[in-house]
């Protein structure tokens, strides 16, 4: 149990260095371009790009500069924009993790448990009347865009509606810190997390349904039913264990991604300085420093997210720990 734990720890740090040196080097070390010139942005004085270069090591071998942008980054957190002038980078990217991360942990917890619930349901009632609504209903969810959902959200609970009892508790656009006021905080996120999971609760419940059904024609759910289980308890106990194999899987890809930034049309639509917000101000106003330090940290959260699944794995199919 220790030894696969250990290894797979070697081989998430072996890939983050790697990352990280493709990233430096694609921002960096791009044959033709001037990093200084990025850096500073358009139209800096020749005194800013002297700076610039000093701060970054540009006048140094290469190696030098990878090490001094590690250090900026992850150590010593000075790495300064050069288009909103003193603005620390890392310090703006940590106050916008707990965004993010506050938006994809509540709608993950709405998408896994309605999800299991739908894929569960429909795989024990396989082509009823019941198994093809909720089928119909996850393609719908599947079929509207994330945007779009959130911009009707905001219609029906911010103006059309926003004076009735049903949507009276709604607070503004925004985010509220969870020390500050957690119970603003929660409703804040309620209609965000909704907006978010809709789409995956499709997804992951038919992934799920599809995979219990496999599941059911095994060997050794063959050999529960010889042993008199019941119907439940096999599904329950032993088909779902297996089957939660590909969820988590998926679970693992999009939460790394939704972590890193890719839950940016939801932070947009309700106005939530997220990782995927900051990464896009940065891209609209070409702050290189911002670009790297938020891609660094996404592609971070991408390998521990999967780290974690591959640990999952192990408590879900005891045949990893020998493979």
Do not use: C
């Given at each position: 149990?220790?030894?696969?734990?250990?290894?797979?720890?070697?081989?998430?740090?072996?890939?983050?260095?790697?990352?990280?040196?493709?990233?430096?080097?694609?921002?960096?070390?791009?044959?033709?371009?001037?990093?200084a010139a990025r850096i500073a942005g358009r139209n800096a004085?020749?005194?800013?790009?002297?700076?610039?270069?000093?701060?970054?090591?540009?006048?140094?071998?290469?190696?030098?500069?990878?090490?001094?942008?590690?250090?900026?980054?992850?150590?010593?957190?000075?790495?300064?924009?050069?288009?909103?002038?003193?603005?620390?980078?890392?310090?703006?990217?940590?106050?916008?993790?707990?965004?993010?991360?506050?938006?994809?942990?509540?709608?993950?917890?709405?998408?896994?448990?309605?999800?299991?619930?739908?894929?569960?349901?429909?795989?024990?009632?396989?082509?009823?009347?019941?198994?093809?609504?909720?089928?119909?209903?996850?393609?719908?969810?599947?079929?509207?865009?994330?945007?779009?959902?959130?911009?009707?959200?905001?219609?029906?609970?911010?103006?059309?509606?926003?004076?009735?009892?049903?949507?009276?508790?709604?607070?503004?656009?925004?985010?509220?810190?969870?020390?500050?006021?957690?119970?603003?905080?929660?409703?804040?996120?309620?209609?965000?997390?909704?907006?978010?999971?809709?789409?995956?609760?499709?997804?992951?419940?038919?992934?799920?349904?599809?995979?219990?059904?496999?599941?059911?024609?095994?060997?050794?759910?063959?050999?529960?039913?010889?042993?008199?289980?019941?119907?439940?308890?096999?599904?329950?106990?032993?088909?779902?264990?297996?089957?939660?194999?590909?969820?988590?899987?998926?679970?693992?890809?999009?939460?790394?991604?939704?972590?890193?930034?890719?839950?940016?049309?939801?932070?947009?639509?309700?106005?939530?300085?997220?990782?995927?917000?900051?990464?896009?101000?940065?891209?609209?106003?070409?702050?290189?420093?911002?670009?790297?330090?938020?891609?660094?940290?996404?592609?971070?959260?991408?390998?521990?997210?999967?780290?974690?699944?591959?640990?999952?794995?192990?408590?879900l199919d005891p045949r990893v720990k020998t493979s």
């Open positions: 149990m220790i030894y696969p734990i250990l290894r797979r720890l070697a081989q998430m740090l072996f890939v983050m260095f790697g990352i990280s040196v493709i990233v430096f080097l694609i921002f960096f070390a791009t044959p033709g371009a001037d990093p004085s020749p005194e800013v790009l002297e700076a610039v270069r000093h701060s970054f090591g540009f006048d140094r071998p290469l190696y030098v500069q990878y090490a001094l942008m590690m250090q900026k980054i992850f150590v010593t957190g000075d790495l300064t924009s050069f288009v909103n002038r003193g603005w620390k980078v890392v310090p703006a990217v940590l106050d916008s993790i707990p965004v993010t991360l506050s938006l994809v942990f509540g709608a993950a917890v709405l998408w896994v448990v309605f999800s299991i619930l739908i894929g569960v349901v429909a795989a024990a009632t396989r082509d009823s009347w019941l198994d093809k609504l909720l089928m119909a209903l996850g393609l719908l969810g599947i079929s509207m865009p994330v945007y779009w959902v959130g911009e009707v959200m905001n219609l029906v609970s911010q103006s059309r509606y926003h004076d009735t009892w049903l949507f009276s508790w709604v607070p503004p656009l925004g985010y509220v810190n969870f020390s500050d006021d957690p119970k603003g905080w929660f409703l804040a996120l309620v209609i965000p997390w909704i907006t978010l999971s809709i789409l995956y609760i499709g997804i992951y419940g038919r992934v799920l349904r599809a995979a219990i059904i496999e599941s059911m024609q095994e060997d050794y759910i063959r050999t529960a039913r010889a042993k008199g289980l019941s119907e439940t308890r096999i599904l329950l106990r032993h088909a779902l264990r297996t089957s939660l194999i590909a969820f988590v899987t998926l679970f693992g890809l999009d939460f790394g991604a939704l972590v890193g930034g890719s839950a940016l049309l939801t932070e947009v639509v309700f106005g939530l300085q997220g990782i995927g917000k900051l990464t896009y101000d940065a891209l609209q106003s070409l702050d290189l420093p911002m670009i790297m330090a938020t891609v660094m940290y996404a592609s971070m959260f991408v390998v521990i997210a999967n780290a974690v699944v591959d640990f999952v794995y192990i408590l």
